[in-house]
């Protein structure tokens, strides 16, 4: 049990769960196909309101993937940052909560591969545009907010004003890799800052994938369907 805050170093790893979660969906789940430059996060993100559903991966990325101790692959932190990571509480951590912590000190490609199930197909912002301009825009006002000038925490705006949001105008025909096959597809190749696309997988099911530009040269962009 959870005790203020504090995670009992006996505490089941929710990791085991997670995925076994991901598993009963009735719909395909698709993630971004293993190499050695990525390590899918065992703890994918889901959304449920009932008449729709999503499961999001996130991925750590290693530049440098022949060692993964190689301190190039870190990103820049903080002391504090730094010493929440490694030291270890008086009370102890489990072993997942530690090898889950560990990984902070990565890049990673946040919620990049997201799998979205409507059960109408037609319903407002159900499209594969849609779809993919909705998932670019939650990566941007979350991960680049201090390139695109937004305040350190989340506000209200008034959408005339977002000339940052990405719209459907910038979605275009495209192709990507899914099982070793190439796909018709749609993406967005306007941004600055990430680089998105989709795919149909069937009329309830959709498929986005939306990563920063500076990391598209150090993975392959392809997908493969979560095993079942």
């Not at 912002?125 to 390139?147: C, G, K, M, W, Y």
């Amino acid at each position: 049990m959870e005790y203020r805050g504090v995670v009992p170093s006996d505490a089941p790893d929710p990791r085991i769960e997670a995925e076994a979660r991901v598993r009963r969906l009735a719909f395909p789940v698709m993630q971004l196909e293993p190499q050695p430059s990525l390590t899918r996060l065992r703890m994918p993100g889901f959304v449920d309101s009932g008449d729709s559903r999503a499961v999001s991966f996130t991925y750590t990325l290693w530049r440098y993937p022949d060692d993964h101790s190689d301190p190039r692959n870190e990103i820049e932190l903080d002391d504090d940052t730094r010493r929440s990571i490694d030291e270890e509480p008086p009370w102890g951590r489990p072993p997942w909560l530690v090898e889950q912590a560990q990984m902070f000190k990565y890049p990673m490609l946040w919620e990049a591969v997201r799998t979205s199930w409507h059960a109408d197909p037609d319903a407002s912002r159900a499209s594969l545009p849609e779809q993919l301009v909705d998932h670019t825009n939650h990566i941007l006002r979350n991960r680049f907010r201090e390139d695109l000038g937004l305040p350190v925490a989340p506000v209200t705006y008034d959408r005339d004003d977002e000339k940052w949001r990405a719209s459907v105008t910038a979605v275009a025909p495209a192709g990507v890799i899914v099982d070793g096959t190439e796909r018709s597809a749609l993406h967005i190749d306007t941004d600055p800052f990430v680089y998105a696309v989709g795919f149909v997988i069937d009329p309830h099911v959709i498929c986005t994938t939306v990563v920063a530009r500076d990391d598209l040269a150090f993975f392959r962009l392809a997908l493969t369907t979560f095993p079942e």
